[in-house]
């Protein structure tokens, strides 16, 4: 079962419109929600007048933020990171607003018509403030203050060091440093975000259909804000179109209508538009990177050192803080690679954008993006080749576990072969010949290569986001056999398109011993799983497929008890395949699992003797420390400098995600993540004028890539399990948006290597490209 590349059970449904989304819950007497959005990035609330917008026709319910106060406590994100300061973040906005787009006032109607008809009788009087554009403005003295009450403009800090990083720079023999730009991504899934909330007075209890990804924690915030008990609020993910980390935070809008819900005794229900998504769901990235990179002449890296400043925009957000992407860049920043001597500092600034959140890959795409630059420039101020200096520094299998510079420890790691691997596959050398030849030509080919390594189905040991206060160590899994022999898999795990239907079905299947088919997965409802936080941090294949491994274990063996009682043998000679147990070597001596089933629901009469009742089991999965994944991407680009047309023609990743489940999910997976990571090389990106106004507010100028951009992608997995997770399994989730961006911008930086240009702000668009180009044509 496990490794075998079996069609998704989830696509039949998915793919013939059969899917269960938000959007299509039809509840009796539901309302319909639409919210009046600041225009200002920055103003003082003045005055709201709802009272005309209240009488309109169909209008239920009008809220401000000062109404809305009395029924929901604002957000708040708490940290026990030295030097973090919370901030409150009201589901809408009171007293003043802190970016464009954020709510001020919610309707309530019988159509979505009515609701937005309202929003323009709504007056909202404001002043003014000045804008914090940026990290430089907000970190000038006398900027205006996102939040008073921090008194600073900056959320964070951190400082990670290790050994002596001055010295390591003064011997060095060669020094490579710049100052390098990821800007603000945003992370467009094809579902925009959407929630339901239905109050039921007869229990008081609140259910929330939402588009999340964090069912688990949404529940347990809600129920805290709202004042209601935990075992009275139930949040149900159904189907979800996609994530991709933007949909791992409890939203204002899921306060909101979970509120109204209660308040007006009615269903509600929002459903976000794209202009709301790009406005208000949380970016990615936007951060400024000043490191240099210290070598011997051999190429030996000696140190690193670096200052990372990101923009964290306008709220820290629940539950990972605003700490969440910078923290992992400067985690992240070694990389596969010895570095002896580190030092590098983080700091979260507040400005006035939409909040900053973690997006696949989470700061790695940036810290990946800068070492694989700084390696790439060494190897050409050294003289030797980008994959020599990678060979140099990688680390080996001889040095597992490694203790990374920034205190990460890599429980294994196929390193040096995943690089080897992956020159040998898109035959390297035959490249680099291609590519003088091209050159002679008159045409501008570029290799790019980037290794990487992430940690992925962190345990309870290192918290997902340092110092938030959520545990992320868990996933528990229920394995229930049905009377007829079916198989119920109970995870409280949600899903936006992983596959876990199929790929947990397979490790359920794989260790009870029957067919996949024969096993559903449920998932994504707080009422009906395990606690759970949910699918985020590459974690579900080792935390789920730990649970479902202990889950379906504790099962078996007790089928092979009851089956070894009534077919009077013993457990050891037992053996169970596609759902039947036979006596080993006796032909014709066995019995079904629906037969085993029957048997002990039947209750203790027809069971052994101390054997309870019932064939199902409910098991948690912590794997402590989590355990590491990498690859090696490596792209082919042209790039035209007349044109300035970048095409990526070939990219080719080999990656390690330890024991695979189903090697096409993961290579679905890895596409998936590598066409992400091409669109932040060359095209994703979210501005802002210095004003505030997002100039990026439709896929009109905000671009993705489609397939005209994204080549035909080759993927190879080595499927060397983890030594440390039950199962084998590590994370494949993230990966392929983690390595990409790296290896196309090397890639370019290789085929403008004539023209003495490097690449040290992403995206790479074709306006960057042309000014970076000028004059040296
Ligand atoms: N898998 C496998 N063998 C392995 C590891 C994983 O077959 N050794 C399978 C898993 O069983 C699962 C899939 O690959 O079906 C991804 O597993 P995993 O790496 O554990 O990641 P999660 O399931 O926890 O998913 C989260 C991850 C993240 S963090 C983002 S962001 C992301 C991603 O997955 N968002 C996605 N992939 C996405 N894919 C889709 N289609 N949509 C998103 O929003």
């Excluded at 708040?76 to 001020?104: C, I, Q």
């Excluded at 507010?697 to 890539?705: A, E, N, Q, R, V």
């Excluded at 039950?726 to 370019?748: D, M, Q, S, Y």
Aim: negative net charge; proline residues 5%; glycine residues 10%.
């Amino acid at each position: 079962m496990i490794g075998a590349s079996l069609p998704r059970v989830e696509d039949a449904r998915l793919l013939s419109g059969q899917g269960r989304f938000v959007a299509d819950l039809e509840l009796p007497r539901m309302l319909h929600v639409a919210l009046l959005r600041s225009p200002h990035a920055h103003a003082r609330i003045v005055a709201i007048d709802t009272r005309a917008a209240c009488q309109a026709p169909g209008v239920v319910a009008c809220l401000t933020g000062e109404d809305l106060r009395a029924h929901a406590r604002p957000l708040r994100a708490p940290s026990r990171m030295k030097d973090y300061r919370a901030t409150d973040f009201p589901a809408l906005a009171f007293g003043k607003v802190r970016h464009v787009g954020e709510a001020v006032a919610v309707v309530a109607a019988e159509d979505r018509y009515a609701a937005e008809d309202a929003l323009e009788l709504i007056t909202v009087e404001y002043e003014p403030l000045a804008v914090v554009a940026d990290t430089e403005a907000a970190l000038r003295s006398g900027a205006a203050l996102v939040h008073e009450e921090t008194g600073t403009n900056v959320l964070l800090s951190r400082v990670f060091a290790q050994g002596d990083v001055e010295t390591a720079l003064r011997g060095a023999a060669s020094v490579v440093g710049d100052r390098f730009r990821f800007h603000r991504h945003a992370g467009v899934a094809i579902e925009n975000r959407a929630c339901v909330a239905r109050w039921d007075a007869g229990d008081g209890s609140l259910t929330l259909w939402s588009s999340t990804q964090i069912p688990g924690i949404v529940r347990d915030a809600l129920a805290e804000l709202l004042g209601l008990p935990t075992q009275r609020v139930r949040v149900i993910a159904p189907d979800v179109g996609g994530g991709f980390g933007i949909k791992t935070i409890l939203y204002p809008e899921e306060i909101v209508v979970a509120a109204l819900a209660r308040l007006v005794g009615r269903p509600v229900r929002w459903i976000g538009d794209r202009r709301e998504d790009l406005l208000t769901s949380t970016q990615a990235w936007d951060e400024v990177i000043d490191a240099e990179l210290a070598l011997d002449a051999d190429g030996a890296i000696r140190g690193l050192r670096a200052r990372v400043v990101a923009d964290v925009g306008a709220y820290s957000i629940y539950p990972w803080t605003a700490s969440i992407e910078v923290i992992q860049v400067v985690s992240f920043l070694p990389g596969p690679y010895r570095v002896p001597h580190y030092h590098a500092e983080a700091l979260g600034v507040a400005t006035n954008k939409a909040p900053m959140g973690p997006y696949r890959g989470v700061g790695r795409p940036v810290s990946v993006f800068v070492t694989e630059a700084l390696l790439d420039r060494a190897a050409r101020s050294l003289a030797l080749d980008p994959v020599v200096i990678r060979r140099k520094n990688l680390i080996a299998p001889e040095d597992l576990p490694y203790r990374s510079a920034s205190g990460i420890v890599w429980d294994s790691g196929s390193f040096q072969e995943s690089l080897e691997r992956v020159c040998a596959t898109a035959g390297y050398d035959e490249l680099r010949a291609e590519q003088a030849r091209a050159r002679a030509a008159g045409r501008y080919l570029g290799v790019g290569v980037a290794s990487y390594v992430e940690l992925t189905g962190v345990g309870s040991a290192i918290p997902v986001s340092p110092g938030a206060d959520i545990a992320t160590g868990t996933e528990g899994a229920t394995v229930r056999v049905e009377p007829d022999g079916g198989v119920t898999a109970l995870f409280g795990l949600g899903c936006q398109g992983q596959g876990h239907e199929t790929s947990l079905a397979q490790v359920v299947a794989g260790e009870l011993g029957v067919a996949v088919d024969d096993v559903r997965v449920l998932h994504g409802d707080t009422a009906t799983g395990p606690h759970s936080t949910g699918t985020y941090a590459s974690r579900s294949a080792v935390l789920g497929g730990g649970a479902a491994i202990l889950a379906a274990r504790a099962v078996r063996d007790k089928a092979l008890v009851i089956a070894a009682h009534r077919l009077e043998a013993s457990a050891a000679d037992l053996e169970i395949d596609a759902g039947v147990v036979r006596v080993r070597g006796v032909p014709g001596r066995e019995i079904t699992l629906g037969a085993i089933a029957a048997v002990a629901y039947a209750g203790t009469k027809r069971l052994p003797k101390g054997v309870e009742p019932g064939l199902e089991a409910t098991r948690f999965y912590d794997p402590y420390l989590g355990t590491a994944s990498n690859a090696t991407h490596l792209a082919v680009v042209e790039v035209d400098p007349q044109t300035c047309v970048v095409r990526v023609l070939r990219h080719v990743v080999v990656e390690d995600c330890g024991r695979v489940i189903n090697p096409m999910i993961a290579r679905g997976q890895t596409i998936g993540g590598v066409a992400q990571g091409i669109g932040a090389a060359l095209l994703e990106e979210v501005i802002y004028d210095r004003d505030g106004q997002l100039l990026t507010g439709s896929l009109m100028d905000y671009l993705i890539p489609t397939a005209g951009e994204v080549p035909a992608i080759e993927v190879i997995h080595l499927d060397r399990p983890s030594p440390t997770t039950l199962g084998g399994f590590k994370g494949v989730g993230e990966g392929g948006t983690i390595g990409a961006p790296a290896a196309v911008a090397n890639a370019i930086a290789d085929a403008l290597a004539p023209f003495d240009v490097e690449i040290t702000e992403l995206p790479v668009t074709g306006e960057r490209l042309f000014r970076l180009l000028a004059g040296r044509r």
